[in-house]
């Protein structure tokens, strides 16, 4: 019987290539999307010929309701969660001064809010069966803060506070919860800026380059296996030596 992965944000860049890489381990696979199902479709056709089941799912990270539902249709789907992975997120490269608070409240239900509750309503299940895993995706800039991204970065710095925290509570049920930080990745996410900017981040990176989203999957697939049975509250960043 295959093991199960929830992901969300699923129809594209880091989503897609976590989606890929569980599905040639052998993951069936609830693929969650906000507004692309056409691309999330995609994504799961490309899943199935791994020989899996890859089920896309619609919901909103900032719906508490959303959180619910999609657990459940993956519980009437697999019978089980293994796996979830809450990489849906969203940027906001504003300056502090000019940051409204509509800006800021989105940013935060979107990137904490929607991480808390859907690793809620996950854990209520991994706890019946005896355990699982949760990785949540947070950035680089979780760890370091951005100029011109503060309330992003408190959102993800959020992120990496709520998984240490929730690693300690969920640990006796045999759940282990960890973080993965990127760098800056070639994904849509990073189409606010022009190409002098990324080739300026590339050049600012000690490799020399971004990251591809698949080398950012690996990350997440390692802390969601076997492999990391005895890791869990930590934050793997994985940003080409950005911030070092």
């Known amino acids: 019987m295959n093991k199960t992965a929830v992901i969300t944000g699923a129809s594209r860049g880091i989503g897609k290539a976590c989606a890929l890489l569980f599905a040639e381990n052998g993951y069936d696979l609830l693929l969650c999307y906000q507004s692309r ?8 056709e490309e899943a199935s010929a791994c020989g899996v089941r890859a089920v896309t799912f619609q919901m909103n990270m900032e719906s508490i309701a959303d959180c619910r539902r999609t657990i459940s249709k993956a519980m009437m789907e697999f019978g089980g969660i293994d796996v979830l992975v809450c990489n849906a997120g ?3 490269p504003v300056l502090f001064t000019q940051t409204t608070e509509e800006e800021y409240d989105r940013v935060f239900s979107v990137n904490t809010k929607g991480v808390f509750f859907l690793a809620q309503a996950a854990a209520k299940e991994m706890i019946a069966a005896g355990g699982g895993a949760i990785v949540a995706v947070s950035s680089m800039w979780g760890v370091a803060g951005a100029s011109g991204e503060v309330a992003y970065s408190a959102s993800k710095a959020a992120v990496i506070g709520l ?10 049920s045999g759940i282990r919860v960890n973080c993965v930080a990127p760098g800056v990745t070639d994904t849509e996410m990073n189409a606010c800026y022009d190409e002098d900017a990324m080739e300026a981040l590339a050049e600012r990176t000690p490799l020399g380059r971004i990251a591809d989203p698949r080398e950012i999957a690996e990350a997440i697939l390692f802390l969601a296996s076997e492999k990391a049975s005895f890791i869990t509250g930590q934050t793997l960043t994985a940003d080409g030596g950005f911030i070092s």
Do not use: H, M
């Open 90 to 92: 969203i940027s906001l």
């Open 37 to 44: 199902e056409q691309e999330a479709k995609a994504v799961a």
């Open 163 to 172: 998984v240490k925290a929730l690693a300690k509570e969920l640990a006796p």
